[in-house]
């Protein structure tokens, strides 16, 4: 089991930059890889970034490529998500996933493919 719990959401003006950071606890030795998505009112959740636990290689949404950097400390097993030139499109809940080396889905893309989830926290851009 795994447990997941994110921090760092706010309310940001456009152009502005946010942190995000998600905490793992529990069977975190069977991480494979970690990963953000976010979900607007009346939007499906869609893939931002992840990160591949053991080698560090990252991947991104074409939406925030260049903006967003995402990032793992093995040690503390935490991944964080910062956040630069935010815009108002960006308004959504964020939510940290994992992806365990015993999951049943293959790749670490999608949100299916993820079989943890933490609760999400608020990320809110004004124009």
């Known amino acids: 089991q795994v447990q997941l719990v994110e921090s760092g959401g706010g309310l940001v003006q456009a152009g502005g930059s946010l942190r995000l950071s998600c905490a793992a606890s529990?069977?975190?030795?069977?991480?494979?890889?970690m990963g953000w998505f976010r979900q607007a009112p009346g939007k499906e959740r869609e893939f931002v970034a992840a990160?591949?636990?053991?080698?560090?290689?990252?991947y991104y949404a074409d939406s925030v490529k260049g903006r967003f950097s995402v990032s793992r400390d093995n040690a503390k097993n935490t991944v964080d998500l910062q956040m630069n030139s935010l815009k108002p499109e960006d308004t959504a809940v964020y939510y940290c996933?994992?992806?365990?080396?015993?999951?049943?889905?293959?790749?670490?893309?999608?949100?299916?493919?993820?079989?943890?989830w933490g609760q999400g926290t608020q990320v809110t851009v004004s124009s």
């Open positions: 529990g069977r975190t030795f069977s991480t494979y890889a």
């Open positions: 996933a994992s992806k365990t080396n015993d999951s049943d889905r293959s790749g670490f893309l999608r949100d299916d493919q993820f079989n943890y």
């Open positions: 990160i591949r636990w053991s080698w560090g290689t990252t």
